[in-house]
């Protein structure tokens, strides 16, 4: 049963245009959820997270959107740069697990964006 | 990352063969986890441990063993009763409400 889905394997976008990329849950109890960016061969990084009790968390060029009802996420990458080409994965996390539960995260297939010059 | 090494990059073993990946960790975090990721699938959880001396399965342990010793170390063992063992593992490390930290990866492949 997957929990987190991204139902985009990959997106292309153009440099300098908006990169969207979503992710969709049907876990209730999830009450926070974060973005990782993934190299090739590489582990993922930490790039933007968000609580429940927000609706959108911004850090420079990307933000978070976050629709409960609709249980939807999304992060927005403005402006796109080539250098952002990587796997991204949403992941969440359920209520209650604080602390060292942090790390048992339910994480999403991935989508492959690539930005092009 | 030099917080997190895991080594080695690449593995190669023979089908029934056990092999053991190392994790060792300098950034004192007490929380160590082994993720596996797949081709088109997202990470998910072998094994975590919070404490030295103590870890706990995660959602798909079977075939695997894991031990902490020491604080900066958690070696994850494939033995041969998992039936798929081909993919990239990933170790990771956390402390108090911080993100997960990752290291960067090994590739294992059985043949």
Redo the contacts between chains.
Sequence with gaps: DQQ?K?NS?SLSVQEGRISILNCDYTNSMFDYF?W?KKYP??????LI?ISSIKDKNEDGRFTVFLNKSAKHLSLHIVPSQPGDSAVY?C?AIGSGA???S?????????TILTVHP | DGGITQSPKYLFRKEGQNVTLSCEQNLNHDAMYWYRQDPGQGLRLIYYSQIVNDFQKGDIAEGYSVSREKKESFPLTVTSAQKNPTAFYLCATSAGNSPLHFGNGTRLTVT
Excluded: D, M, N, R
Aim: net charge neutral.
């Design positions: 987190v991204q394997p974060l990782y061969a590489e582990g993922p990084t930490f997270s994965f992941a604080g602390g060292t942090y790390g048992k995260l339910t994480f999403g297939q991935g």
